[in-house]
């Protein structure tokens, strides 16, 4: 089992983070909406979409939304939240570099740094696949670190103090010949129990995305700083970029 497997399959990730990342995802998709300039009614895929935060928020608004996932807790949990708000949603347990549709897209995602969990060779499968799901003329909008600001302000080690006594730490590494971001959770309880993960990420430079978009049929147009379309700099927040089907 890979890192994400276990990570996203996990309750303790939850208990974390959906709370607080689904407020977010409001302001996010009203954002990412007028970005993108989404058309009324429009089909969109969300890639690697979690409990569905996104695309619950996507269907509010009345888009058409499919979205799939690898890990079956987050799909699990992805249907049930969408049952209560009221919306309908195809979630579908799948492998995103190995997904196919019978249809394509008019607006594809991949939010919340859900691109280059895997070696070079795979993340580009998961391109091309996306690619084939993305309708010509439709949009892919990737959602990913700033690789130049996570470099420049590299911690070996972060905390974070959070309600309950709960104490998160992680231990950072940047594999420069990998070009890769590697770190180790560990979550330390009140009662002294701990529990721990890896994460490891992928940081691809601009130029390097650019020649992956192009070779599996993307136009790369633009890249913003944010989901509000601030300038992208090196000390911006995000790298969001936004490519067109060729």
């Known amino acids: 089992m890979n890192w994400h ?3 996203y399959n996990r309750q303790i990730y939850f208990d974390l983070y959906a709370e607080e990342d689904t407020k977010l995802a409001v302001q996010q998709v009203d954002d990412l909406v007028k970005l993108v300039d989404i058309a009324p009614g429009a089909s969109i895929l969300d890639v690697c979409c979690g409990y569905g935060r996104h695309a619950i928020e996507l269907a509010r608004r009345g888009y058409q939304v499919t979205g799939i996932d690898l890990a079956p807790k987050q799909i ?5 939240r969408a049952s209560e708000s009221g919306v309908e949603i ?3 347990h799948g492998d995103a570099r190995e997904m196919s549709f019978p249809r394509q897209f008019d607006v594809t995602l991949s939010l919340f740094l859900s691109f280059g969990f895997d070696d070079d060779e795979s993340n580009m499968r998961m391109l091309q696949r996306i690619s ?3 309708a010509p003329g439709g949009v892919l909008l990737m959602d990913l670190w700033n690789r130049e600001k996570e470099i420049r302000d590299f911690a070996p080690l972060t905390i974070e103090e959070r309600e309950g006594g709960i104490r998160v730490e992680k231990r950072w590494e940047f594999d420069q010949w990998n070009g890769r971001l ?8 009140p009662d002294g129990t701990t529990e721990e993960w890896d994460h490891s990420v992928r940081a691809y430079t601009l130029v390097e995305l650019r020649h992956m978009l192009t070779e599996v049929g993307f136009q790369p147009e633009k890249v913003y700083g944010d989901f509000k379309g601030n300038a992208h700099t090196l000390d911006s927040p995000q790298t969001i970029t936004l490519s067109r089907k060729l």
């Not at 699990?76 to 049930?80: F, I």
């Not at 590697?182 to 309880?189: A, E, G």
């Open 132 to 134: 084939e799901a993305t």
């Open 5 to 7: 497997q276990d990570l």
């Open 76 to 80: 699990d949990e992805a249907e049930r």
């Open 90 to 92: 195809e979630f579908l």
């Open 182 to 189: 590697n770190w180790q959770n560990t979550v330390r309880f």
